[in-house]
């Protein structure tokens, strides 16, 4: 089993910005891809960002040029730079990841973005 603890949501005002931080522990052998989802209210969870291990990184349009995934993985940990945050990012957003036996995600941190 992988552990998926997130930090650093919160409220903020359109224009500002916030950085998510997830740590894993457990079994946190041949973790390949960590990275960000998120569940807007009354929407299906869709993808942020992801980044693998050898440091490949992939981006929702909605989010690129505004975002930043980043990973360390000596200390198993991936961070979300968010900028330029606007209402339509209000949602809850997930830690995830996955290695060959499955997939693992946190329990979620809400940011929400208002004035």
């Known amino acids: 089993q992988v552990q998926l603890v997130e930090s650093g949501g919160g409220l903020v005002q359109p224009g500002g910005s916030l950085r998510l931080s997830c740590a894993a522990s457990g079994r946190i052998f041949n973790i390949n891809v960590m990275g960000w989802y998120r569940q807007a209210p009354g929407k299906q969870r869709e993808l942020v960002a992801t980044i693998t291990s050898g440091g490949r990184s992939r981006y929702a349009d909605s989010v690129k040029g505004r975002f930043t995934i980043s990973r360390d993985n000596a200390k198993n940990t991936v961070d979300l730079q968010m900028n330029s945050l606007n209402p339509e990012d209000t949602a809850v957003y997930y830690c995830?990841?996955?290695?060959?036996?499955?997939?693992?995600w946190g329990q979620g941190t809400q940011v929400t973005v208002s004035s």
């Open positions: 995830y990841a996955l290695k060959p036996i499955g997939s693992y």
